[in-house]
Nanobody, 115 residues
Framework: QVQLAESGGGLVQPGGSLRLSCVAS????????MSWYRQAPEKQRELVAG???????RYGESVKGRFTISRDARKDAVYLQMNNLKLEDTATYYC?????????WGQGTQVTVSS
């Protein structure tokens, strides 16, 4: 079974940057999209950014202009460059892959923005 491993989370001050990575343990057959979601305490999980194989991207309204999603098709990896981080970006960030066989979620990586 394919697993997704996220990394890159941590503690950063407001205005700072982080880069999250998500790498699949092996090739995902029938990959349709890879995305980043986040969930803050007592809030619903929300889409942060997504990308499909042709490179088309989409972003949540709150992160447009600050976050950039990219992928490495050679190894089914997806990255999230987060700039100008704000206190409200604090959350656990999850990677998700959508394939012909269903959805695959990572375990999450914590991002804390604090002064």
């Amino acid at each position: 079974q394919v697993q997704l491993a996220e990394s890159g989370g941590g503690l950063v001050q407001p205005g700072g940057s982080l880069r999250l990575s998500c790498v699949a343990s092996r090739t995902i057959v029938g990959l349709k999209a890879m995305s980043w979601y986040r969930q803050a305490p007592e809030k619903q999980r929300e889409l942060v950014a997504g990308i499909i194989p042709n490179g088309t991207t989409r972003y949540g309204e709150s992160v447009k202009g600050r976050f950039t999603i990219s992928r490495d098709a050679r190894k089914d990896a997806v990255y999230l460059q987060m700039n100008n981080l704000k206190l409200e970006d604090t959350a656990t960030y999850y990677c998700k892959a959508v394939s012909a066989w269903g959805d695959i979620w990572g375990q999450g990586t914590q991002v804390t923005v604090s002064s």
